[in-house]
């Protein structure tokens, strides 16, 4: 029954901490959505086509002082100069334009007897040739371009889309973590074990350590590549070997961090010295609390993007705290050679230095007991 | 302990796994024809599905592009000084998006005017392509492809003569169809690792002259039973099934080369490549 509860909970953690990143994201995903554009202003059109790439196609869009705004038409027999350049409206073409057509969310039409002599291109629109010409190339460009509406729509939807392409982030970091977790827990708890042992040993130690390691990480790569060029097979090894240690080295960073964030959320949950069952369970809940603790900087630097300033302290505070953990549970796992050796603590130690493993029979000696036997009453056999 | 192993390896490759945002954009270009001079069209295409087929209006060429922003950039340009079209999709990094879903890769769908004369140039990456290049006017083409998937059908007469028909495959799988339709004489290949076939299907009008160079990929030419077949071979490691065929001084020849009103020849380099003979009369 214990064991039910125990399994329960697991479950319910993870399914709350999934729906909590799932719902961070469909929120902020609302909010951009919510952002519906408005009237474009030349501020609004100027940020929109900045976030065009300056690729050859868009090359020839004029700035956005040049578009006029709202439907527009060149009237049969007259001749227009180019560029002709129009936002938020349709683009209709009965007389001629002597250079290029552009239109910002909206249509160019070209009617009979209508002529373009150069290029037309529909940014959000499309060019429809009914009856007119177009010496030059035709283009119109749709999909996931930003939308531009009023000066503080525009921003405010701008940020908004940073913001849940932030979170989204955060989450999707988070939930991978936690799926990474619950495979360690389950099939390498032992190793995990060893690493937070190492870090609670010694939480100074496993940096130094970390950072050691960080700084041998290359040359020994380099010592690996040089030693195994000396013969041909090795020679053959070196991209297996090369890729061999970049997972170890992940690996490890990654046990390590979990390692941390298990420590994390004991410290904020304490111990459980339940049953083998619920102490799994609160292994989880302690390893999910933490990863959400060492994420908690991410999410708060996704929520900043308002404010430049803030959201960079924020992610500095971010990149610090998630470095001095990869590198603390780095090292904790280099020491506890990946959490294969064990710890010893002092107490261990000791109690190993007496006696007491010279014989099987404590040095105190054993109570005597009385050996059972059967009651009989019948006479015997 | 295996289990602990797996759980570990498991760990890593997660661990490694990061989100990648894409932009995705569709761009649709056209011009109208205003002469029929003959043009240069390039097309190059990186990595996405590729489609060029004839294009059933007025328009010079018409292409649809499906393309990601955030690591592409569109080409669609034609110099009229020059009278050379280029299309296609130009990598802008290395990091390509996931093109496992067929939502998640690029595309492209080309329409070339038929009734141009034109010098075709293809250029493909990592590219699924169907080349619909009967009934257009071609007067040369060049298809490079490095890990390409191509098939490419000449199921109508080509409108011209295809003076050279040049074909440079890497690692790529490319299968030409029915290439007698094409008009073409002359057949330039050299294939690195990959696979090439060349279907002499349709009616060919006049005599063809293929020059292979392989070096470990294969070549396989399907040829008609009532054309004549001529191998000049030199190889080191390939080569190919010489059954049915008759040495003479200069090369080996069909039993039926005489009386065939048209030849294939081909002048075979293998290194360490085969070539297969299909079709041909034994």
């Known amino acids: ?54 690729s050859s196609d868009s090359a020839s869009i004029p700035a956005a002082s040049s578009f006029a705004f ?16 129009i936002a938020d409206g349709a683009l209709h073409v009965r007389g001629t334009i002597d250079g290029d057509a552009v239109t910002y ?25 009914d009856g007119g010409v177009v010496s030059g190339d035709t283009r119109s460009l749709t999909g996931d371009l930003r939308r531009v509406g009023t000066g503080i729509g525009a921003a405010g939807q701008s940020r908004a889309s940073i913001t849940a392409h932030s979170l989204a982030l955060s989450a999707g970091w988070l939930a991978v973590l936690v799926v990474v977790g619950i495979g360690v827990l389950i099939f390498a708890s032992t190793n995990l074990d060893a690493v937070s042992d190492a870090i609670e040993r010694g939480f100074g130690k496993a940096f130094l350590a970390g950072i050691a390691t960080q700084l041998a990480l290359a040359p020994a790569l380099a010592l690996l590549c040089v030693g ?67 994420m908690l900087p991410w999410f708060v630097a996704g929520g900043l993007t308002w404010s430049p300033t803030l959201e960079l302290i924020a992610r500095m505070v971010a990149v610090s705290i998630t470095w001095v953990a990869a590198t603390a549970g780095l090292g904790a796992a280099v020491v506890s050679r990946g959490g294969v050796r064990r710890a010893t603590t002092p107490h261990a130690q ?32 | 302990m295996k289990l602990r192993n797996v759980a570990l390896l498991t760990a890593l490759v997660a661990s490694s796994v990061s989100l990648h945002a894409q932009t995705w954009r569709t761009i649709d270009a056209s011009r109208q024809v205003h002469d029929t001079g003959a043009i240069a069209a390039h097309i190059d295409y990186a990595a996405g599905k590729l489609d060029l087929r004839p294009a059933t209006g007025s328009a010079l060429y018409h292409v649809t592009t499906r393309y990601d922003a955030d690591q592409t950039d569109p080409v669609t340009r034609f110099d009229t000084a020059s009278r050379v079209l280029s299309l296609g999709v130009h990598l802008r990094s290395m990091h390509m998006s996931g ?55 000449f199921n109508q007469p080509n409108r011209g003569t295809l003076r050279t028909m040049t074909l440079q495959v890497g690692a790529a799988q490319v299968k030409l169809m029915d290439v007698a339709n094409a008009g073409v004489s002359r057949i330039v290949a050299e294939v690195g690792a990959g696979s090439l076939s060349i279907d002499l299907g349709g009616t060919l009008a006049r005599d063809v002259d293929i020059t292979a160079t392989l070096a470990v990929g294969g070549l396989t030419l399907n040829v008609s039973p009532d054309e004549g077949v001529f191998v000049d071979e ?49």
Not at chain 1, 27 to 42: D, F, G, H
Not at chain 1, 358 to 379: E, S
Not at chain 2, 254 to 280: I, P
Request: without cysteine; neutral net charge; hydrophobic residues 50%.
């Open chain 1, 1 to 54: 029954m214990r064991i039910l509860h125990a399994r329960a909970a697991m479950f319910n953690m993870v399914g709350m901490a999934l729906i909590a990143a799932v719902g961070i994201v469909s929120r902020a995903t609302s909010l951009a959505a919510q952002q519906s554009p408005a009237r474009i202003t030349v501020d609004s059109l100027a940020k929109a086509l900045a976030g065009l790439h300056e």
């Open chain 1, 70 to 85: 709202g439907d527009s038409t060149i009237a049969a027999g007259r001749h227009t100069a180019g560029p002709v350049a």
């Open chain 1, 105 to 129: 969310n909206g249509d160019i039409v070209v009617h009979q007897g209508g002529a373009i002599h150069g290029n037309a291109f529909a940014v959000l629109g499309k060019v429809i040739l």
């Open chain 1, 228 to 294: 195994l060029a000396l013969t041909i097979l090795g020679a053959l090894l070196i991209p297996f070997a090369i890729v061999a240690y970049i997972l170890a080295a992940a690996g490890l960073v990654t046990l390590g961090y979990l390692a941390i964030a298990r420590i994390a959320g004991r410290s904020v949950l304490g111990d459980s010295d339940s049953s083998d069952g619920a102490r799994r369970a609160a292994a989880l809940r302690s390893m999910v609390y933490g990863l959400l603790l060492l």
């Open chain 1, 350 to 381: 000791a109690s190993l230095n007496t006696a007491s493993w010279a014989t099987p029979t404590p040095v105190a000696g054993v109570t005597a007991a009385r050996r059972p036997t059967p009651y009989t009453t019948g006479a015997p056999k």
């Open chain 2, 99 to 153: 093109g496992d879903h067929e939502d998640d890769a690029g595309s492209m769908l080309a329409e070339l005017n038929s009734a141009v004369p034109m010098d075709l140039s293809l250029d493909l990456g990592a590219v699924e392509a169907d080349l619909q290049l009967g009934g257009l006017h071609l007067t040369d083409l060049s298809l490079r492809s490095g890990a390409a998937d191509v098939t490419a059908r």
């Open chain 2, 234 to 282: 030199r190889s080191f490691l390939g080569g190919f099934e010489k059954a049915g065929f008759t040495k003479k001084a200069d090369g080996w020849y069909s039993t039926n080369y005489d009386a065939a009103a048209h030849h294939v020849r081909v002048h075979l380099h293998a290194f360490a490549g085969g070539m297969t003979l299909t079709g041909m009369q034994k």
